[in-house]
Structures are given as structure tokens and as C-alpha cells.
């Protein structure tokens, strides 16, 4: 069976990951230490723990016992946060978050909960790498093998058949396995964390001595999606196999010991900063705000004459011509100089035209002596309104309209005073 099709470089970090085996996990723990069994909270810390509300454990000791628990009894997780966990006497005590007191510290290291394969748990956490939470939003992004026979996926936290899914990378089968049973998986997929645009945000919190858990403004995908820091001097942030200063996942940033009071704690959001409103990096060379100058090619689109609408590119720069901004007169200003004009085989004489970038657009042709317009004479004040070329002067000497000379003019036209067409008409 060929699934999916070979990864690209960086894909195998993630995905086509073999699954830790669910049958059996045993999470060991200090019950001696106060950071690890809190009295006042009748918490137990694992950071990034892979347990969940309602799974059945059984806890067991060497050393003492921590008061409130026997050894090798079964008793149900309370899943406190991503970090801490509580335990109640039945199932139904874990779903009303009933918690057992604890009363004493244990003494010894080896204190153990495991959950596994007992005929009655149905829930389990999706984990690779020794504990890696694998991240899914499809059952069948997941393939698992119970004593060799793949089963079914299914889309719905309460399935009829094989397996589905529930939030937090909980695999949810619809028969509780037995101990007997051989586990085998893996995920084909994993979802990639958000990696949304948007600013690198800082919260602000301050530490009073005793609170160890702060909330914060957006989701992340890990502890390592924070750099923290408390008056100034950054945290080491734990990770599943070390526990350090601080872990965070979902909106929960917690530290294994409440910061001082008085103390001035940030946490960074550690992601990709969107694009803002801010300088050009790089234009020709030139950084900062950019201002077109004289050597940059400036491009003008204008319509041949082969055919209205046909697009051409007229490039303004050569010798002896400019394209330049006028702030004063807010028109860009254009020098064309030449010989060997069009029309009756006169010159271009060197002129300005001001393109308008007001309500109107005006095209001030003042001087051409081209033959085109009439020695001597000229058209002002040419602007577009509501898709009409519109010429308020009276025209004097050989005009050409529409498409008759090369596409100069494109109509259709509206004139109004007084218009005195010359001449023979030539179709191009």
C-alpha cells in the first residue's frame, strides 16, 4: 500500500513519524518533592503530560506513599492543565473534578502512574519521539494496527468502529483494549503550527510569590513559541524531557516556581511579524523612502495605431528627453525633443506637458509646431469624463479624430465649440 506521495525536504521532521506504543506508559516522579506534589493545590506536575480527564491509572511506590493514595491502586486523572494533573477515587469523581486530598508528602523518587491497555480505557494520548504530541485534525491521519489488523478512522470523538478523535491529540477507540492487545502506529501527517501574520505580541504580567500559572493573549504551539523573561533575565523554558523554569502550551504559560513578588515577568510571542506600513529595504541601490529621479526607466503605455486598444510600451528615456515630477505645479513633467516630426514635415520643437492628477486630466500641448495641430495654433484643457474625451476650445487648422492619424486620438469625442475637420480622412 503506497500512502502519500514522497516528503519534500523538511517534512520528514514532522510527518510519517512512528507512534509511542499506548499500550503501556509510565510516567515516574520525586512524590518527596513540594514542586512536583503540591499539598495546597493537590496537584501532581508533569509538564507537557500526556494524560486526560478520565483515564484509569494506577499509582505505586517503593517509598513512602503520598498521603490520600495507596500504593498499586487505580485511581482517575483529573486533568488539571497541560502541566498538572489530580486524581479522584472513580470515574464519575473525575468528571466532576471531585480531586483526592493530599495530605503528606511520600519520600523516594520512584513514585509511578501508568495508564495502559486495561479493558476499560477507551482514551489515549497521540505522542512520537518519547513524547512529541502529535498534532491532527483527521482520524485518518493516524494509521493503527491492533494485533496486526489496520482500523477504521473515523471522523467523531464517539466512534462505532476502530478508532476517532478528540481535541489535544487524544485517540479515542470505540472497544477498550485489552492488555493483551499489540498496539502499532503512526502519523502520516502532522499539521503544521500556525505560522499566521500578524505582530510579535508581548504580555505583561507581575509576579506576586505565589501564582505560577498566567494566562495569555493568544495561543501558542509550545514552550519554545515564548522567550520569557522575569526583571529582565530570560527563562529556560522546559521541554518533554527536562523540566526548566517555565512550559507553556495552548494559552497557559506556567512556571515550576511562582515568580517573586513584585517581579516584572514578559513573555514574547515568538513568531513571523506581518508586513508593515514602513522604508523600501532596497530600490536601485537606494534605501529608504524612494523618490524616482531622472536615471530610473520610467515606462508610459500608450494605444498604437494598428488597432484601438492595442498596447504598446513607450519608453520615455533617451537623449535629450526628461520625466520629472513638479511638486510646485504637482504635474509630471515631460521633455521630448526631436527632429523629423509627424504631419506636414515639420519639427518638435522642445516643450513641457503637464499630466494633471486632478479631477480633470489636462493635456497642455502649448508650442508643438508639428503640422498636426496647425502651425501657430493649439488645443488646451483635454480631459476624460465619464469615458468621453472632452476639448472646451475652439479648434482652428487640420485636426485629425478618432483613429484617423496612427491612433493618436482615440474618440470618441466630444467637442464643444466650434470644430472644422480639413482635409482627407485616412483610415489606418
Known sequence: MYIGNQPTYGDTTSNFKILDDIASYTETFNGSSASVVSLADDTLTFNSHRFITGQRVTYSTTGTEIGGLTSGTAYYIIKNDQNTVKLALTFADAIN?????????????THTLNVAFDGINTKFKATYDNGTKALFTRAAQLQISINGVIQQPQDTDTPTNGYGFDLDAVIIFSVPPVNTDVFWGNIIANNFAAFDISD?????FDGDGTTVLFNLSQEVPNSESLLVTIDGVVQYPSDGTTTRAYAALGQELVFTSAPGNGTVIQARHIGFAGAVTSNVTGFYGRTGNVVLTDIDPVVGIQSGGVAIGTVRTLNFIGVGNTF?????????????????????????AADNVGVY?????????????????????SFQGVYVSNGMLIMDNNLNGNHYIGTAYNGLMAGPVTVNGALTIDGVWVVV
Open 357 to 377: 492628477t486632478g479631477k480633470s486630466v489636462g493635456v497642455n500641448t502649448t508650442g508643438f509646431s508639428d503640422g498636426l495641430v496647425g502651425t501657430g495654433n
Open 324 to 348: 520629472e515630477y513638479n511638486s510646485a505645479t504637482n504635474t509630471i513633467d515631460v521633455s521630448i525633443q526631436g527632429g523629423g516630426g509627424v504631419g506636414a514635415g515639420g519639427t518638435w
Open 200 to 204: 510579535n505580541v508581548v504580555d505583561n
Open 97 to 109: 473534578n471531585n480531586a483526592i486530598n493530599f495530605t503528606a508528602l511520600g519520600t523516594g523518587t
